[in-house]
């Protein structure tokens, strides 16, 4: 019986790590300059079961990000396809969850930090996006 419960703790740790490893894989951080966002495939349809990450990190400055082609799965509260744009690690700061159409539209994070999610569900996949993301620091008179 010992030799059971071992072999299904090993496994379950095997399970973790990798589990562990490609959520990696799916982060993306990023501390200077301009980036082109893009979802998978751009702009052909993004596939099934996606998720992906980019945290924009920085000690001083700001974040701008545009939004110059948007469209994603439309659902209530943009629980299926969404992207989430959390502009500052403070928790009283709202997350903006997008999902559907968006038209050109312009966020820019509080402080020197900005982080990114888009995920998909297993149907419906749509265009998906292309979104210019600037770091820039602004010096007073």
């Not at 980036?35 to 998978?40: A, E, G, K, N």
């Not at 993004?46 to 990190?57: A, C, D, L, M, T």
Request: hydrophobic share 30%; net charge neutral; aromatic share 12%.
């Amino acid at each position: 019986m010992g030799n059971k419960i071992d072999l299904l703790s090993v496994y379950t740790n095997v399970l973790l790590l990798i589990s562990a490893s490609r959520s990696e894989e799916n982060v993306e951080k990023i501390t200077h300059g301009k980036t082109v966002l893009t979802s998978p495939n751009y702009p052909r349809r993004y596939p099934s079961n996606q998720h992906k990450e980019w945290i924009f990190n920085q000690t001083t400055g700001h974040w701008a990000m545009t939004i110059k082609d948007f469209l994603l799965e439309e659902s209530g509260q943009c629980v299926k396809d969404y992207l989430l744009i959390r502009r500052s690690r403070s928790t009283y700061t709202t997350p903006v969850k997008l999902c559907g159409y968006s038209g050109s539209h312009s966020y820019f994070s509080e402080g020197s930090y900005l982080h990114i999610t888009f995920h998909s569900d297993g149907s419906d996949e749509d265009k998906g996006f292309s979104i210019e993301v600037e770091h820039f620091v602004s010096y007073g008179k």
